[in-house]
């Protein structure tokens, strides 16, 4: 409530400051009033005064002015000189728009960059840990051909076990960066990545999918990770019995939920992620890095459900599907 107060207070004064500096300009103010404009923009911008609140506000001190201005000639210049004193006053908020896609852009490129990355890592474990794999296995033939019979036994193991290793070091490389995301898409994608998830956590994990079709390649990236992350969290924090994956389309938005009956958590109020950890938070910079909206809703002991929402019109950066 007092809040609210003292924001009623500052609007005040800054309309009463607006209208004096507007008069100021309409009298032939030039330059320096221009820049008292400029001035009340910035500190419209750092009290959270909306772009609506600023029109309106110099919607009123407009009429005011015209009223209290008699010359019929003078009157007429008020509405030019008016929209040039306003034109001033919103540009910080332009510059902090352009501020904001700079960020976005940046976001963009860190992700696509991280996505290289793990690609890099994924063949990196692939294919050279396969291959020094191989080099261990052609090793212990040689050594094995001295050996009595009797601890040839003792070997054979040792050649199980490498050859589990090397199954799950390929699964584990598929998983980190599946080529089937690249190949045929999202839902594929994260069937594998759930088919092998729920055999090694021992989980049910029920998948809904009823898109059809490929959604630009940032886009089935970005929906690979969120599912990716959700599922590893409701693995390790959530201990849950089962996991619903969904996936569909709304007109031209994208939606995916992901849902789990575990443990969940306490929520931090009015923000949307916990304290601690970076997953959900990498989660929500990735969906806002192409203008999606990300929501988590979780309690104790009543599990917890990831739903995403993202865009497919007007994403330039998603566009530029290389394959498929
Ligand atoms: N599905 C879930 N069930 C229960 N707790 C969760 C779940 N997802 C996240 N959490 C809680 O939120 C925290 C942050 O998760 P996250 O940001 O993914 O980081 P991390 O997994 O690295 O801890 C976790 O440490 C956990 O306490
Ligand atoms: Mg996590």
């Not at 009463?16 to 103010?29: C, D, I, M």
């Not at 051909?145 to 076990?161: C, D, N, S, V, Y």
């Not at 630009?216 to 990236?221: D, L, S």
Request: proline fraction near 3%; charged fraction near 25%; aromatic fraction near 6%.
């Amino acid at each position: 409530m007092k809040t609210a107060t003292r924001r009623k207070g500052k609007l005040e004064n800054f309309e009463e400051e607006y209208r004096s500096a507007l008069r100021e300009y309409a009298a032939g103010g030039g330059e320096v009033a221009l820049g008292h404009a400029y001035e009340l923009g910035r500190r419209a911008l750092a009290e959270q005064l909306s772009v609506v609140e600023l029109a309106s506000l110099h919607h009123h001190a407009l009429i005011d002015l015209v009223r209290a201005t008699e010359d019929k000639q003078q009157k007429e210049g008020l509405l030019g000189i008016s929209a040039e004193f306003l034109a001033e006053c919103v540009s910080p908020y332009e510059m902090a728009h352009r501020g904001f896609q700079d960020a976005v852009k940046a976001l963009r490129q860190l992700n696509e960059t991280l996505e290289e990355e793990i690609k890099r890592i994924a063949y990196a474990v692939h294919d050279e840990a396969g291959q020094l794999l191989v080099a261990v296995h052609l090793a212990l033939a040689d050594v094995a051909l001295g050996m009595p019979e009797a601890q040839q036994a003792q070997f054979t193991r040792i050649k199980e076990l490498l050859n589990e290793v090397e199954k799950h070091l390929r699964r584990y490389s598929h998983e980190l960066r599946p080529t089937i995301l690249d190949d045929l898409g999202w839902i594929p994608a994260v069937r594998f990545l759930a088919d092998g998830i729920s055999k090694r956590a021992n989980l049910p994990i029920h998948i809904d999918a009823t898109v059809s079709g490929r959604l630009p390649t940032t886009t089935e990236t970005t929906l690979y990770r969120i599912v990716q992350e959700a599922l590893t969290n409701a693995v390790k924090h959530a201990k849950a019995s089962n996991v619903w994956i969904r996936a569909w389309r709304e007109d031209f938005t994208q939606c995916c939920s992901i849902r789990d009956d575990g443990a969940g958590f306490k929520m931090r109020h009015g923000q949307g992620t916990p304290r601690k950890g970076l997953g959900l938070v990498a989660m929500r910079e990735r969906v806002s890095a192409i203008g999606g909206t990300m929501r988590i809703e979780s309690s104790p002991g009543h599990g917890t459900e990831v739903s995403v929402r993202l865009p497919l019109e007007g994403n330039d950066a998603n566009t530029n599907r290389t394959r498929g």
